[in-house]
């Protein structure tokens, strides 16, 4: 149950507008099981109130072009499942939630400078920051004598990073391209190996320096467009690039399991017929780039044998889903 209400205000003179506004929001969630678990309770709640407030200062340049300054505060909640006391046994690891997992809050700062030469056209430059508290992340956490794949918090993040946006017709080809760079960091504590005097093996928490779970440092789309309207034509081929992220949070020092960079190649066409019929198709995964899951190179992999590596780490998991081919006829009323 979500309850919320806001004002806004709204200033404008010459070349400049501010819009401000205050948000607040009481969430209530929770779950009953209808059937006891060992270990969880048979029901919980969480509750809270949020006050958000926002800030965007907009100058215009000249009549294309604009500069945006804003901050704004937000939220993300739980899902409904992940605060659930769950327990799922998978083949690679068992699963469950996190009934005291809170809500993450972020405080977020945006320069944005904005250029429309022409219809349909633009070119964006922005700077971003974000202050995280409480980030929801997935990783392998001790319960009793298991260890469970569970969503946590593990402590508070900063990101900061640079997005450029570009679109440009020439007649009835396009170009559209998109480039985000993203520096996250968290630290958390982990349980790292050590060699006493004696040659014995003993286990101390030591400080780890990350990106966030899932957050690439590079991203990149490019896609080329055909749009002729005359003749119905609609078409496009689109490519992206997704940076090394982090797949899986481990308990051990510098043990996470990490996503392999990641090439994408799709394609798509339809064509517009009278009475509101068309034919369209779709092609995605051309390249059919392997999905490897991998541990970075540290002291508890360097000397295992007989394993297969990826940049000097050692390969989890790779995945082929194939080429996907969709064609079909479509007709609207």
Request: aromatic share 14%; charged share 20%.
């Amino acid at each position: 149950q979500i309850g919320a209400g806001y004002g806004k205000l709204t200033w404008s003179a010459g070349r400049w507008q501010i819009v401000a506004g205050l948000r607040a929001e009481h969430t209530r969630q929770g779950y009953t099981l209808l059937y006891a678990t060992e270990g969880a309770a048979n029901d919980g709640e969480q509750s809270y109130t949020d006050l958000l407030a926002d800030a965007h200062v907009k100058w215009v340049i000249h009549h294309n072009a604009n500069l945006r300054l804003s901050y704004y505060k937000a939220i993300n909640r739980p899902s409904f499942f992940e605060i659930v006391p769950y327990h799922i046994i998978n083949e690679d690891y068992n699963e469950c939630g996190n009934p005291n997992l809170e809500h993450t809050v972020a405080h977020n700062f945006d320069l944005r400078y904005e250029f429309f030469p022409q219809q349909s056209e633009q070119v964006m430059v922005c700077i971003f920051y974000k202050d995280i508290h409480n980030p929801i992340e997935y990783g392998m956490t001790a319960i009793g004598q298991e260890t469970f794949y569970t969503p946590g918090n593990y402590g508070n993040a900063s990101n900061w990073g640079v997005e450029v946006d570009v679109m440009k017709y020439f007649n009835r080809f396009g170009i559209k391209a998109n480039y985000t760079y993203t520096h996250s960091k968290i630290t958390t504590a982990k349980l790292r190996e050590l060699t006493a005097a004696d040659g014995s093996i003993y286990t101390d928490y030591a400080d780890q320096s990350r990106p966030l779970f899932g957050q690439a440092a590079h991203v990149f789309n490019a896609s080329l467009l055909y749009k002729d309207s005359k003749r119905g034509w609609d078409a496009q081929v689109a490519g992206s690039y997704t940076g090394k992220r982090i797949a899986v949070i481990d308990r051990f020092y510098q043990n996470d399991r990490w996503d392999a960079p990641l090439w994408q190649l799709d394609a798509s066409a339809e064509k517009k017929f009278k009475g509101g019929w068309s034919v369209f198709v779709k092609a995605q995964n051309l390249l059919n780039t392997s999905l490897i899951r991998y541990y970075n190179a540290n002291d508890r992999n360097a000397s295992l044998p007989n394993v297969r590596r990826y940049d000097g780490g050692v390969v989890e998991r790779e995945e082929k889903n194939g080429v996907s081919l969709t064609a079909g006829i479509r007709w609207k009323l």
